[in-house]
Each structure stands twice: as structure tokens, then as C-alpha cells.
């Protein structure tokens, strides 16, 4: 099955500064890869994500970069803010064998602490 | 709107009882999910419904039992659960032919005594 490693594992910066988390992914065969942010007591939401067949993709303040090569993808977030505080993960996934709708393999997650 | 409505948000179980969990979305997705969130830990993927049939289970044990009555509704019917089984437990779903961009609820904290 898919494995998804994620790093780090805790990161602060200052408000301002940029972040950048990074994830490998083992299955060749995953072509679709989201980002989560979750808050405290509050169910995952998606930020931003990422097909095989792009190598980047920019929304705002968040941008992801794919190398399908290396089988690694990254999250970044430049002019950080409070409200950036959060749990991140990155995950991956791709079409069931059968067709049908998958499931996500996710990383273990990033806790980003903005400093004010 | 991406809004995935779980229900109850809390839920505190003896390991005897029967109960159940209940997830809803309005968004005309065929495709709905079921994962189970430990504290400080990553979602990991239970089952799988995509138009409303089971096309995954990831070895649940079967004091865990999904149903799909509808395309708009799934449920999680739990009994005899450990205490071990005490954990966030997340509905999420997508459109079918976009299966991976998956939008989730706020979950369900479960805790078994």
C-alpha cells in the first residue's frame, strides 16, 4: 500500500516569514495529492491540492510543487499569520483498482506554530 | 457549499451499548467515507462507499458497521466497541468522478468506557 512520510513534524516561524512542509509518497500509482488543515477540536479541511500531471499550483498565499519523479510534493505558505496556526497533512491517493472513488493515505501531520 | 454534517458531536458509550453515528451531505457527492482520527495522530481510512455500495473495507473489525441507506446519508453503527476504540471518527465524501477531492465533517468524538 501507499506510505506517506512527512516533515517535519513541528515547525515554528515568525508571522511574516514563509513556511514550507514537505511529504514523500512511496506508490507510484498516486496521482492526486490534497492538503489538509486541521484546527483544534474541528474535522480536516482542504487547502489546496495537486494532480499528477501539474507541477505546481498557487492559490494566494499557498503554493504546491510536485516532483513525480522523485515522488515528492510540498506545501508553502508565504506572509504567514496567526490564524496559519494549525495541524497540517499532506496526503495521497489515486483511482481504485476497480474504478471507483479512493481513499487518502495521509502523513502524519505538521503542527505550525506562527510566532506573533 | 462543502458542508459535511455529522451527528452526535460527542458521544460517551459503554462497552455494551449499541449506537450509532450519523453523517449527511447535500452536494450530490456519490462517494462517501468513514475514518477513525487518534489524538495527535492522522485520519486512517475505515470504508469506502462510492453510489452507495461498500467498495472498501480496510479490515474494520466487525463491531463496526457501515450503512448507506442513500446517497445523501451514511451511518456508522457501533457495538460491543473497546475502550481502545475511543476516537474522533470523521465522515467525509466526493464527487464521484473527482473521487479523491474529498471534503470532510467536524466528526464525532467517541469514548468508550
Known amino acids: 500500500g501507499e506510505n506517506v512520510e512527512q516533515h517535519p513534524s513541528t515547525l515554528s516561524v515568525q508571522e511574516g516569514d514563509s513556511a514550507v512542509i514537505k511529504c514523500t509518497y512511496s506508490?507510484?500509482?498516486?496521482?492526486?495529492f490534497p492538503w489538509y488543515k486541521q484546527e483544534l477540536g474541528k474535522g480536516p479541511q482542504l487547502i489546496i491540492d495537486?494532480?499528477?500531471?501539474?507541477g505546481e499550483k498557487k492559490d494566494q498565499r499557498i503554493a504546491v510543487t510536485l516532483n513525480k519523479t522523485a515522488k515528492h510534493f510540498s506545501l508553502h505558505i508565504t506572509e504567514t499569520q496567526p490564524e496559519d496556526s494549525a495541524v497540517y497533512f499532506c496526503?495521497?491517493?489515486?483511482?481504485?483498482?476497480?474504478?471507483?472513488?479512493?481513499?487518502?493515505?495521509f502523513g502524519k501531520g505538521t503542527h505550525l506554530i506562527i510566532q506573533p | 457549499d462543502t458542508e459535511v454534517t455529522q451527528t452526535p458531536k460527542h458521544l460517551v458509550m459503554g462497552m455494551t451499548n449499541k449506537k450509532s453515528l450519523k453523517c449527511e451531505q447535500h452536494?450530490?457527492?456519490?462517494?462517501m467515507y468513514w475514518y477513525k482520527q487518534k489524538a495527535k495522530k492522522p485520519p486512517e481510512l475505515m470504508f469506502v462507499?462510492?453510489?452507495?455500495?461498500?467498495?472498501i473495507n480496510e479490515s474494520v473489525p466487525s463491531r463496526f458497521s457501515p450503512e448507506c441507506p442513500n446517497s445523501s446519508l451514511l451511518n456508522l453503527h457501533l457495538h460491543a466497541l473497546q475502550p481502545e476504540d475511543s476516537a474522533l471518527y470523521l465522515c467525509?465524501?466526493?464527487?464521484?468522478?473527482?473521487?479523491?477531492?474529498?471534503?470532510f465533517g467536524p466528526g464525532t468524538r467517541l469514548t468508550v468506557t
Open positions: 506508490d507510484s500509482a498516486s496521482n492526486y
Open positions: 452536494m450530490g457527492h456519490r462517494a
Open positions: 467525509a465524501s466526493s464527487v464521484r468522478d473527482r473521487a479523491d477531492e474529498q471534503y
Open positions: 495537486i494532480r499528477s500531471n501539474v
Open positions: 462507499y462510492s453510489y452507495e455500495k461498500l467498495s
Open positions: 496526503a495521497a491517493g489515486g483511482m481504485y483498482s476497480g474504478g471507483g472513488a479512493d481513499g487518502l493515505t
